[in-house]
């Protein structure tokens, strides 16, 4: 059985409804998780990383407004606090890092 952690960060319901409707797509493989971590690198230092990933065996499982994710457990603290919110505007469109 699997351990669900509390997650370190939340996702805005528009974030949830825009994740869920990319994995409802035709050909979705189902054995991917939600991936949120950061990579190092560049002149701006960390990067973040909203993808759809297999399962490390060093990932563990997060939920989050009634969605699962898998992280790196060592990127917590990277992400402690943030919330991924989904914008879907005329000038702006895409997931956006609110990191405090």
């Given amino acids: 059985m699997e351990t669900v952690v509390e997650s370190p960060l939340q996702f805005s319901p528009q974030a949830v409804q825009e994740i869920r409707r990319l994995m ?8 991917n998780f939600l991936r949120i971590g950061v990579k190092g690198g560049g002149c701006s230092g960390l990067s973040y990383i909203l993808c759809f ?9 997060f939920e989050s ?5 898998i ?14 919110h989904w914008e879907d505007g005329l000038n702006a469109r895409g997931f956006r890092f609110n990191n405090p």
């Fill in 24 to 31: 409802d797509e035709p050909g979705f493989d189902k054995n």
């Fill in 53 to 61: 990933d297999k399962r490390q065996e060093s990932d563990q499982i």
């Fill in 71 to 84: 992280m790196n457990p060592s990127h917590g603290i990277y992400l402690s606090g943030m919330e991924v």
């Fill in 65 to 69: 407004n009634e969605l699962t994710f």
